[in-house]
T-cell receptor
Framework: GESVGLHLPTLSVQEGDNSIINCAYS??????FIWYKQESGKGPQFIID?????DKRQGQRVTVLLNKTVKHLSLQIAATQPGDSAVYFC????????????????FGQGTILTVHP | DSGVTQTPKHLITATGQRVTLRCSPR?????VYWYQQSLDQGLQFLIQ???????AKGNILERFSAQQFPDLHSELNLSSLELGDSALYFC????????????????FGEGSRLTVL
């Protein structure tokens, strides 16, 4: 029978442009969010995380923005490079009272980022 | 290289069979996680072990089981295989329980691609 696969959103940018990848998360109780990057043939790789008591966090060339009101997370990549081409996943988690989680990350479907030289 | 080693990289088997996937976490990491990545379901959490004990369980089928050994390596056993079990199975590890203070960084292996014919 016909297989139904995930239809991932795609984003195509030119090298040097800034990229913004969006994610709508589902669980209003989630209080910890992470972005992962997955290159072809590899496992996901951690990029940056943010806790729900923050609305912005910056890393090297990346910024994560969190809007809990609308349950929206975004990843901004500055000066996008061809090596940034990958599938980007947001993931959400719930922390326990001790501030740790059980590692049960709930991943979004992912966004395919293609960077053209 | 994440430091997480998974074997085998590829596995082709028939329906009804049983397979074992093996994972060696990064040196020093106590937590091991198993995730399944399929075309129609995306990345799904299966199970987590911490220092030999089961810590969290996701949507893991009863036909699947896992364990973490005293040397901290882990195995995922998949039995009575069905066509729909064809997927990439990722193992990830972290130092402790991922969360604030420990970061959300899970280190993923490159996966074991299972094809059930």
């Amino acid at each position: 029978g016909e297989s139904v696969g995930l239809h991932l959103p795609t984003l195509s940018v030119q090298e040097g442009d800034n990229s913004i990848i969006n994610c709508a998360y589902s669980n209003s109780a989630s209080d910890y969010f992470i972005w992962y990057k997955q290159e072809s043939g590899k496992g996901p790789q951690f990029i940056i995380d943010i806790r729900s008591n923050m609305d912005k966090r910056q890393g090297q060339r990346v910024t994560v923005l969190l809007n809990k009101t609308v349950k929206h997370l975004s990843l901004q990549i500055a000066a996008t490079q061809p090596g940034d081409s990958a599938v980007y996943f947001c993931a959400e988690n719930i922390l326990n009272a001790g501030g740790t989680s059980y590692g049960k990350l709930t991943f979004g479907q992912g966004t395919i980022l293609t960077v053209h030289p | 290289d994440s430091g997480v080693t998974q074997t085998p990289k590829h596995l082709i088997t028939a329906t009804g069979q049983r397979v074992t996937l093996r994972c060696s976490p990064r040196s020093g990491d106590l937590s091991v996680y198993w995730y399944q990545q399929s075309l129609d379901q995306g990345l799904q959490f299966l199970i987590q072990y911490y220092n030999g004990e089961e810590r969290a369980k996701g949507n893991i089928l009863e036909r699947f089981s896992a364990q973490q050994f005293p040397d901290l390596h882990s195995e995922l056993n998949l039995s009575s295989l069905e066509l729909g079990d064809s997927a990439l199975y990722f193992c990830a590890s972290s130092v402790g329980l991922a969360g604030v203070g420990n970061t959300g960084e899970l280190f993923f292996g490159e996966g074991s691609r299972l094809t059930v014919l």
